[in-house]
């Protein structure tokens, strides 16, 4: 095998972060990423000070991401806290930090590239680790026996629909950020907050609970309008003044019909809350 060991297998995922970060780069270099839309409707050209700006601001973000994944593996490893709980507490956390991290980039509409390279590289991570051909200790930290292969389930789909997100939606409309808050801190504290409190409470015939589902609503519920409320904040985000006047209504429906979506024991959950807070974000919220 070409990438038998641990130390050629970082360097194959530094290769293609790097390689990812270049391509991106070079890109908007010669101009064919745009810049920032200008009053009239136009797009300006993507100045080299943005472009510096948003490599920076990927590289800084791929590197806090990897600090926070190694800093929960730790802990697991030390048994500081439940593999399930770092697993989880990834999975809750991940998105929402890096939503909080979006305004750090530019203006540029080509931003939003730069930032989809952040997740991409992780997708390669955990494929990688999946094959046994990565980090075997991340492979055990965002699996659920800690079976290697298991990366490439609920970890594989969750850095795909984020990438996805970004370049789909970025920061300038409600839809990415309710989705991949919904992924995130819904399914992520369904289960945190679940295991906790859900015993004596579980929904008839299901191992999931009543305190389960009401931490997904809620958790999506206030992440969603947290993180909308952020970019309004940062001028990255504008909502017409009819969704501004129904945003709680809408984002508490949203997280209803994807909590309610989360209990049924078909498909992976973390596909099936995502489809359905884009699909009613598009409907409800654009
Ligand atoms: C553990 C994860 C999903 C598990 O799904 P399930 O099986 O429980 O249904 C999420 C895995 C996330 C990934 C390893 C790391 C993603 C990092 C992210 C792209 C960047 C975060 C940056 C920020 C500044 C912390
Ligand atoms: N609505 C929910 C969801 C999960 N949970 C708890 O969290 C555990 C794991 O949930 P899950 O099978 O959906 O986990 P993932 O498939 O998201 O990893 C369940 O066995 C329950 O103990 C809950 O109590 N209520």
Redesign the pocket.
Known sequence: MAFASPSSKRFVVALFALSSFSLVTITALLGYLPGPQALEGTVLPYAFTLIARDCGAAILCAILGYVFVKVNTHAAEKEWMKPSDS??LI?TFSAPLYMLLWPVFSTAEGAKYFAAVVPLVNTVRLYLASTGNGEASLARAVS?SGNAKEALG?PFIYTLIMTVCIVAFWRDSPTGIVTLSTLAAG?GL??L???RF?TGN??PGL???????F??WAGSTLTSLGLLSWMVYWDCLALSASVKGALFGIVAGISLVA?IL??LPFG???YTVSIAALVLSIIYLQ
């Open positions: 697993r989880k999975h659920r609920g399914d369904a289960d907050l679940g295991r859900g579980q929904w191992e999931k609970s009543v305190a389960g589902t931490a997904f909590a989360e209990l992976d959950d973390n």
